[in-house]
T-cell receptor
Framework: KAGVTQTPRYLIKTRGQQVTLSCSPISGHRSVSWYQQTPGQGLQFLFEYFSETQRNKGNFPGRFSGRQFSNSRSEMNVSTLELGDSALYLC?????????????FGPGTRLTVL | GNSVTQMEGPVTLSEEAFLTINCTYTATGYPSLFWYVQYPGEGLQLLLKATKADDKGSNKGFEATYRKETTSFHLEKGSVQVSDSAVYFCALSDLAGGFKTIFGAGTRLFVKA
């Protein structure tokens, strides 16, 4: 099975712009989670989607949003970018089920905001 | 709420040394516990997991035992290799936490030849 893929791998934007990141989960996985990873804050949970519904959301401002499509692919959007949004954004998918499952991570999208 | 605390790094060891990375957790429910590893330039990958008290997870020579009485899940390896150099994350997940995985801050391991 192909792993989790994320596009693009690298992105450079300027303050005030918006950005959309994409994540394709492992085939058959219906849960997709997004994380922000920075040296100072570590791994922080953004949100989790299951069957196109957001089930949980972390403590991030409304500038961060996401969605999931019927094929389980997911996108996250950050509007009005700030310098502090520079980070590695990781997507993870997990197998169907209601319990806490193992997460399979993509390689991440490295976002740099200038 | 749920939280994970792991020892700060970096940890520097010589090849073939014994490794311990401490991890303790706080959870309202009955969590599953995980260790993930991140190699340079890559995403995280599962190293091992345990889903109930006294379970031992193991993989690639690494082990960790779910200790409910001490709320701990310490990672150990008897003999590290240079290729084990990476960042290690302890994590927990449970339904009471609302379908999200909580990660520790990560511990960077350097292994010298």
């Amino acid at each position: 099975k192909a792993g989790v893929t994320q596009t693009p791998r690298y992105l450079i934007k300027t303050r005030g712009q918006q950005v959309t990141l994409s994540c394709s989960p492992i085939s058959g996985h219906r849960s997709v989670s997004w994380y922000q990873q920075t040296p100072g804050q570590g791994l922080q949970f953004l949100f989790e989607y299951f069957s196109e519904t957001q089930r949980n959301k972390g403590n991030f401002p409304g500038r961060f949003s996401g969605r999931q499509f019927s094929n389980s692919r997911s996108e996250m959007n950050v509007s009005t970018l700030e310098l502090g949004d520079s980070a590695l954004y990781l997507c993870a998918s997990s197998s169907p089920g209601q319990g806490p499952d193992t997460q399979y991570f993509g390689p991440g999208t490295r976002l740099t905001v200038l | 709420g749920n939280s994970v605390t792991q020892m700060e790094g970096p940890v520097t060891l010589s090849e073939e040394a014994f490794l311990t990375i401490n991890c303790t957790y706080t959870a309202t429910g009955y969590p599953s516990l995980f260790w993930y590893v991140q190699y340079p330039g890559e995403g995280l990958q599962l190293l091992l997991k345990a889903t109930k008290a006294d379970d031992k997870g193991s993989n690639k020579g690494f082990e960790a035992t779910y200790r409910k009485e001490t709320t701990s899940f310490h990672l150990e390896k008897g003999s590290v290799q240079v290729s084990d150099s990476a960042v290690y994350f302890c994590a927990l997940s449970d339904l009471a936490g609302g379908f999200k995985t909580i990660f520790g801050a990560g511990t960077r391991l350097f292994v010298k030849a």
